[in-house]
């Protein structure tokens, strides 16, 4: 079994251009390019270029055999160049698809006669289970297939799907129960639902999807494909009306000569959008694999081109803004007691306690005051928390140690004589305010003072979420905490708003409001609560740790379980709609330095007055025609990089994205094609 995904392949890796060298040729089968008609229409131009090529060998055509040869080669590598680069984007997925499959093992299971009874079973291939099968999972066995836990919780290595080596847990009756078929148990035994029947599983999805040939286009790209096809169409229809106006033109001059079929097929490739055409395939295949190496998958191309648009972003407070355990940070005494004081009466309520927030009030004490906490002093009683009493502690050598909420202490205190300090009140609204959650500590009948539990923010989150709010995204954090609570913690992360003691249909309602507003909504979840809400998202992430609903109801699956991903997600996705904008820019400009390179060199000889358009200087009508055409043509490798990787990604608002964009590839577009035919015709001047 395969232990980790690959790591990412340089675009150039031998293997893969070879792989891609032969996969590119057998895409000139017309059956297979007719999904580019584009290209379609420049391989027939080739043809028609190779039919003029072999008269001029044999006499029957009276242009020079080295121009129709030459114009006849280049249009058969523009369609080279087209396949090329597809092939090149297509390998790369299938590179990581060959991987899955070896991840893929044909493994035994132990189905049960019944879910109860994990001690009856019968061994069965992984290929006769079925959709809610149950099958008991033991330590060192692999799970033969995706499923839910219904019962126990075992620590699963998930490498072979995920490429971490970390096992992680998966239980029953919570938001972490879903497995991936493929991924061994490392400890303890689970049963299994099965969800899935053979050839649809998790990881059979993910090969269909990472294999680029099967990606289905998304709406902007087919509109795109739709826009180039019309100028296609336009451009044809030109250069058709072209060849009986030079005849007439020609005729009642009498002067030159009409236009030739092969000057013609170069004038119509050329000013058709040829290199946008050949890379836009590449381009949408690229951005799926770029998302791949990140562990993300896309469930579909139109998840991706949605997280490009999106307005509004959606996250979870807990693990995505915060890292999701509250620590202590902090002992506040009361009543004149000393910070020491409260450290070791918390370190002794706490000796017992193994919630993150426990271990974190022992840490805090240990680094401040050098306490030591080696175990349960002899004789001492665990008390765990109690949801009747909210509290938790240990009683030794006759003395109570209690920690919880204020009035659950209060109460406590109270109940053996005590009374509650003066102070305590204030200092218990000063955390509280601050957004974070007081622990009171006591002694007996002493109230010592209060631990600040802090939800600590993630490093580095408020840069992520000030370079989403450049780009006019807004950002609302999403907690079931107070109001109070929430709003401090939005503060300090940054977002633009928050939804406090949020509930299922509250997430729903929001949504539902920001697109009725016409935004585009991205949400995070792993829950089978936020299954409704993922449903309802434009962008919809899930936790491959989730619930079986929620990764159901998403469009988008994170292998990692990492809700910070989704600001990755809608970097690649905004990613994958800049460069195909800035590349039909770039080709379109492209036009303008072509226009004074063939059509003066074309119609020339029967208007004369076009000469003037001649502003590069061209050497001469058949070396001008020819230096188009392998500009043509060569542009497109060197702009395959360029669509493999992405545009890079520069969060500005999108008027000045679009300022920014049309000077480099607006201008640039223009630009490079007048230096470049200039110079492709100074060399066939020498060659020649």
Request: hydrophobic share 50%; net charge neutral; with cysteine.
């Amino acid at each position: 079994m395969a232990k980790h995904i690959p790591a990412p392949q340089s675009a150039f890796d031998r293997k893969l251009l070879a792989d891609a060298l032969i996969e590119s040729l057998k895409k000139f089968d017309p059956r297979q390019l007719w999904r580019n008609p584009v290209m379609l229409a420049v391989e027939i131009a080739s043809a028609i270029t190779l039919v003029t090529f072999v008269l001029s060998l044999t006499g029957l055509n009276r242009e020079p055999a080295w121009f129709t040869g030459g114009v006849s080669i280049w249009l058969w590598l523009t369609v080279f160049f087209a396949t090329f680069a597809e092939a090149l984007a297509e390998g790369r997925g299938k590179a990581r698809a060959a991987s899955l499959r070896r991840a893929r093992t044909t493994v035994m299971a132990k189905r049960l006669a019944s879910p109860d009874r994990a001690d009856s079973y019968a061994m069965v291939g992984a290929g006769e289970l079925r959709k809610g099968d149950h099958i008991l999972v033991e330590a060192g066995e692999l799970i033969a297939g995706d499923g839910e836990v219904v019962a126990g919780a075992a620590l699963v290595n998930e490498a072979a799907v995920t490429g971490e080596s970390a096992p992680v847990v998966r239980e029953s009756g919570g938001d972490r129960s879903a497995v991936t078929g493929g991924t061994t148990v490392v400890a303890n035994a689970i049963v299994v639902r099965i969800t899935a029947n053979p050839g649809e599983t998790f990881l059979d999805r993910m090969i269909a999807l990472i294999e680029g040939a099967k990606r289905r286009k998304t709406p902007n790209e087919v509109a795109l494909e739709v826009l180039l096809i019309a100028l296609t169409l336009v451009f044809f229809l030109v250069c058709a009306n072209i060849s009986p106006l030079s005849v007439y033109s020609a005729a009642a001059s009498g002067q030159g000569s009409p236009v030739s079929l092969t000057v013609l097929v170069a004038l119509f490739v050329c000013l058709a959008p040829t290199t946008i055409a050949a890379l836009l395939p590449a381009i949408g295949i690229a951005g799926m694999d770029r998302l791949f190496r990140k562990n993300v998958i896309a469930l579909s191309g139109r998840a991706i081109e949605a997280a490009g648009d999106v307005n509004v972003l959606l996250l979870d407070k807990t693990g995505t803004i915060t890292h999701g355990n509250r620590e202590a940070v902090a002992f506040v005494p009361v009543a004149g007691h000393t910070e020491r004081e409260v450290a070791e009466a918390a370190l002794m309520a706490s000796l017992a306690d193994e919630t993150p927030e426990g271990r974190s009030v022992v840490n805090l004490a240990q680094r401040q005051f050098n306490l030591s906490a080696t175990g349960l002093p002899a004789g001492a009683v665990a008390v765990p928390f109690s949801a009747a009493t909210r509290l938790s502690g240990i009683d030794v050598d006759g003395v109570r140690y209690r920690k919880g909420a204020a009035d659950s202490i209060a109460t406590f205190v109270g109940e053996q004589g005590g009374t509650v300090p003066g102070d305590m009140e204030s200092k218990v609204a000063a955390i509280a305010h601050a957004g974070a959650t007081p622990l009171v500590i006591c002694r007996g009948t002493a109230i010592l003072g209060v631990v600040n539990l802090k939800d600590i923010v993630k490093s580095g989150i408020q840069e992520r979420f000030r370079q989403l709010r450049n780009m006019g995204i807004k950002t609302v954090m999403i907690t079931g905490d107070n109001p109070l609570t929430a709003a401090a913690i939005a503060a300090e992360a940054q977002v633009d708003d928050f939804l406090a003691e949020a509930r299922p249909e509250d997430k729903l309602r929001l949504i539902r409001e920001n697109q009725e507003a016409g935004f585009m909504v991205a949400m995070t979840g792993d829950g089978t609560n936020d299954a409704p809400a993922l449903a309802q998202a434009d962008v919809a992430v899930a936790m491959n740790t989730g619930t079986q609903p929620a990764r159901e109801a998403a469009n988008i699956i994170d292998l990692d379980s990492n809700p910070t991903k989704l600001l990755d997600i809608v970097e690649i996705g905004k990613q994958i709609l800049m460069t195909r904008g800035n590349l039909t820019t770039f080709s379109i400009a492209n036009d303008i330095a072509k226009y004074f390179a063939i059509i003066p060199a074309a119609l020339a000889a029967i208007y004369p007055q076009l000469g003037a358009l001649n502003i590069m200087r061209l050497a001469s009508p058949h070396s001008a025609i020819l230096a188009a055409v392998i500009f043509n043509a060569l542009i497109i490798p060197l702009l395959v990089p360029l669509a493999l990787k992405g545009s890079k990604f520069r969060p500005m608002p999108a008027e000045n994205l679009l300022i920014f964009n049309l000077l480099i590839y607006g201008v640039g577009g223009i630009v490079v094609p007048f230096i470049g035919i200039k110079v492709i015709d100074l060399g066939l001047g020498l060659l020649l």
